[in-house]
Nanobody, 113 residues
Framework: VQLQASGGGLVQAGGSLRLSCAAS????????MYWFRQAPGLGLERVSW???????VYADSVKGRFTISRDNGKNTVYLQMNRVKPEDTAVYYC????????RGQGTQVTVSS
């Protein structure tokens, strides 16, 4: 299993970012896919997840601001982050498992106030 998140960066509060996660080594279209984040000094937080057919779930902290989607033809899952807040600052990871393990290299998102 290989998972590579990308698209992070520095953004001002209220701005937008789109994260991508390229997956390989498993049957992507059959699996739920998860976005997690980990802020400095805090534990891993499950942010959003999507079924193989496109059903979505969001943590309360991001509901109404973030949108998860996937392209099964490209084995890629996305996280559109809108109206970001400083508390969204974290390393973002994708995973195919509820536990967050395994997860690939994350991408840093920093939101300035």
């Amino acid at each position: 299993v290989q998972l590579q998140a990308s698209g992070g960066g520095l953004v001002q509060a209220g701005g937008s970012l789109r994260l991508s996660c390229a997956a390989s080594g498993f049957t992507f279209s059959r699996d739920w896919m998860y976005w997690f984040r980990q802020a400095p000094g805090l534990g891993l937080e499950r942010v959003s997840w999507i079924s193989g057919s496109g059903s979505t779930v969001y943590a309360d902290s991001v509901k109404g601001r973030f949108t998860i989607s996937r392209d099964n033809g490209k084995n890629t899952v996305y996280l559109q982050m809108n109206r970001v807040k400083p508390e969204d600052t974290a390393v973002y990871y994708c995973s195919r498992d509820w536990s967050g393990f395994p997860r690939g290299q994350g991408t840093q998102v920093t939101v300035s106030s």
